[in-house]
């Protein structure tokens, strides 16, 4: 059986967050705060990485702290983005999305609702949602939708050896999750399925919302599928980047 090892890649961030930000309409009077990751899932036959982080135009735009090029930090684990070949992206709000060009030998797995929300349906490219999303990186899966690149993910399955997505949608239209057998049992990349560790312990999602009945059916489903509590890693939590073991600057190795 394939196994892997999963690293968290924080490209940015502590941002200061209200808590009732990370908890939906809890803790208005608690600080709180974020980081900004992508993932690497890895062994030695394979590399995949899981999100994009966010270009550096990009990260100018939207006024990122500590932000560094997700294509730098990957040097640190040995790889070069040019040469990777597969990035899962869990859904495409702007700061999972928006660093798509990093790799630009890649294919892309992007859940089929995701996609056709944030491509084609007026709603996305209204505000609120129009800020959630970067349209430059949009229109680039786009174009590799039009060259046979973008692969769109209609069911759960298994995508490689040890490695599947599930779909987890409520935080938006068609968020995947990916699950990863780990030397520890299975673990589940939940991204922003919820925000912070908190989010899962409580059964209480984070604030940004496309479906919040979805949203609190993909908690329960997440935990289920997750050999254990401590598998379940959500998106922006900043636990990820302290209470794991370092292997590089702002790389921390989950499982
Ligand atoms: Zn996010």
Redesign the pocket.
Known sequence: MSRYEIFALKYAGPVKKCGAHLMWQKDWDKAGAGNFYFWCVKNHERTIIVDTGVAPALAAKRGLPNFIDPANLITRLGLKANSIEHVIITHL?W??AGGAKLFPRAVFYVNEKEYLFWARDKAALTPPFEFLSDKSSINYLKGHKKRGRLVLVKKDQQLFPGISVMAAPGHSPGLMAVVVNTQKGRAVIGS?AAYVFKNYEQNWPSDIMYNMADSIRSLARLQHQASSPVLLFP??DIKMAEDFPEVANNITRLA
């Open positions: 709000h700061d999972h922003d998106g922006h």
